[in-house]
């Protein structure tokens, strides 16, 4: 490895720790716990793991553990492992990650795994794998939604994802190709990334600030096959790369970031929306799709592939079919300009306006952490076991605030921003 890589790779680690988590003297640190899909620390990324864990020490850890993952093992589990089992998980996973989560220390999810890793196995199990997985995670969830902790998402380059992004470039190169975008879309590059990192998380910040001034009733969307118009909850709340735990703790909890992202009303979504972006899951593409919603739910599917992959993840559950997100990115973004599809909902959400189907963040509402189930159902959340984005966003998009009394502002324009801050 060369003496920029090395020194671009600590940097990296510096922004984790520092931005990401913003790690404090005597917390508990998780790394690679999952907690939005079934990913853990690959083996082979443990040099970078080895310089996270040292600079959590440095900064004051009390104690880091790791959840290590080979993704063989999953394969080996599909091809010698009785096929009634798949409903069974390993329940002390989530014990772990609910203690630390519960307990206000501090997790790390490192969301990297070869999109391909199941493309030959039944969907069938993979599908009964997924549920079981979000099922046992429905507690952590909750703590998500609650704010509880210091989390951060972050992803690096493995063999397998390499080839599936780089197919086209020499198989030796891939693997240095794609670290020099993460460095590039993370700001890694920068002289002084933690400061680089300050100043963005400070105007995505203020971008949200100025949404959460206008109180707007709803948001118009408007682009070829997208006529959309997503109703507001009263008591909304717009966040950005940086969030509060409940106890104090200001983190960035995706690196990278480019959205400003509030909370839609259950029941009032109403239009067509046409997904401009694959939706990746579980091995498998859903493309060219459109979705349309009437009081808030989807009630017609149109894709031209993975139509019943899509339509199995909308009835998972009730509130699967209804959304719990929705996140303004600018045209512009890093991740957009780079053209390119990653397989990886980390980057690619950053490259486009979005929706999630199902579950809704409680701390879209203020003072929402604290709310039951049922308090945020009456506010118009949405309780689901899923939470998957759906890209939408492009370079031809306007979307527009629509006021109490009716008026419509201009929030962007052509896909980028359409106000200063």
Known sequence: MSSEFELNLDKYADVIIKVGLNLQSGQHLL???PIFSDTYAPIELAPLVRLIVAKAYKVGARFVDVMWIDYQLQLLRYKYAPKDSFE??????????????KSGDAILVIYAENPDLLINEDPKLVNISQQTFFKHMAPIMDLVVQNTMNWAVITAPIDGWVD?????????????KFWDIIFDICRIKHKDPVSAWQDHVNQLASRSNYLNQKEYMSLKFTATGTDLTIGLPKGH???SGSMTSQNGIDFTAN????EVFTIPHKDKTEGVVKGTKPLYYSGSLVENYTLTFSKGKIVEVVAKKGEDLLRNLIETDEGASYLGEIALVPHSSPISQSGLLYYNILLDENASNHIALGRGYKFSFKGGETLSDKEFAALGGNNSLIHIDCMFGSGEMDVDGILDNGNAEPIMRKGEWAFEV
């Open 88 to 101: 069974e998980f390993p329940s002390w996973r989530t014990d772990l990650v609910h203690d630390i989560g």
């Open 237 to 239: 709340m717009w966040h």
């Open 255 to 258: 690196i990278p970031t480019e």
């Open 31 to 33: 790394i690679g716990a």
């Open 164 to 176: 599936k992004v780089f197919p086209d470039i020499p198989p030796d190169k891939r693997k240095d």
